[in-house]
């Protein structure tokens, strides 16, 4: 099978993957209800974790699929020595940010309410006991606006590939050559998240690259139609071991939310 083919988002309807359907694959994150009672204790205020990824080139890409875009290649990023977060955006991470948001914008960014599935959140919050999970079910744009508000970016698919992947080899995962279960969790669509820092570690010191969520990129998966859809790496809970590989692409438009997408940044 093909993994680095273009997953739409009737494909990802299809496999489990999106909490939205067909005609388009996009949905408006639901507003929340006010008077959640809850309050964000003290363990639960994570700050970001950065690793250094150092300027130079690096291999991307394989030439064991029929993709003439992702060939197997060296590239060197312009932009030089950059930082990646540690490990995805967490639910407690998220819940500071929108807290200290003006009303209007705090309700735009609250990730989707989904109560059936248990991966959004209800009420403007996340699930009781996942505030170290990765925070899903978000857009895009509403990746962005985190990034942007602190001063960070979402990465390109060659900063995420390079954090993941290294410099030194070739390697299809973070750790090396295999897929290891211990590293990754992955192979379950009925599965869910689990915390941040479980898994294995790439060469730079980045966790959960592989498996766990899909994380947004701001690259465009089609040069020619820039934009339209992006790129997410990376695999998650509910992915094969191929999608886990680091050199695999998925795509989605960018309204598009998943029980099983989350994001991480580099500055």
């Not at 388009?24 to 204790?41: I, N, V």
């Not at 070739?170 to 290891?180: C, L, Q």
Request: charge should be positive; hydrophobic fraction near 30%; include cysteine.
């Amino acid at each position: 099978m093909n993994t680095m083919k273009k997953m739409t988002a009737l494909g990802l309807a299809l496999t489990g993957l999106m909490l939205s359907g067909c005609g388009g694959g996009e949905t408006a994150p639901t507003k929340a209800s006010s008077g959640a009672s809850r309050t964000l204790s003290s363990e639960m205020k994570v700050t970001a974790e950065w690793v250094s990824i150092p300027a130079g080139s690096f291999t991307m890409g394989s030439n064991r699929y029929d993709n003439k875009d992702e060939k197997e290649r060296r590239v060197t990023m312009k932009a030089g020595a950059y930082e990646i977060m540690k490990h995805p955006v967490t639910n407690g991470m998220y819940k500071q940010w929108i807290d200290g948001l003006p009303e209007a914008e705090r309700e735009a960014n609250i990730p989707a309410d989904d109560r059936v599935r248990g991966g959004g959140w209800v009420d403007g919050w996340f699930p009781k006991g996942k505030a170290d999970h990765p925070v899903t079910n978000v857009t895009y744009i509403q990746a962005k606006a985190y990034a942007e508000a602190n001063g960070w970016q979402i990465p390109s698919s060659a900063q995420w590939e390079k954090a993941a992947r290294g410099d030194s080899d070739n390697r299809d995962y973070p750790w090396g050559g295999e897929i290891d279960a211990t590293k990754a969790t992955y192979g379950n669509p009925r599965g869910s998240t689990v915390k941040v820092g479980g898994g294995g570690v790439s060469p730079y010191g980045a966790y959960d690259m592989a498996g766990n969520v899909w994380e947004w990129t701001r690259s465009s998966y089609d040069k020619n139609n820039p934009g339209r859809e992006l790129v997410l790496a990376g695999g998650s809970f509910g992915s094969t071991a191929g999608e886990c590989m680091t050199h695999n692409r998925m795509s989605a438009a960018p309204t598009v939310i998943s029980i099983q997408s989350g994001f991480r940044c580099v500055k």
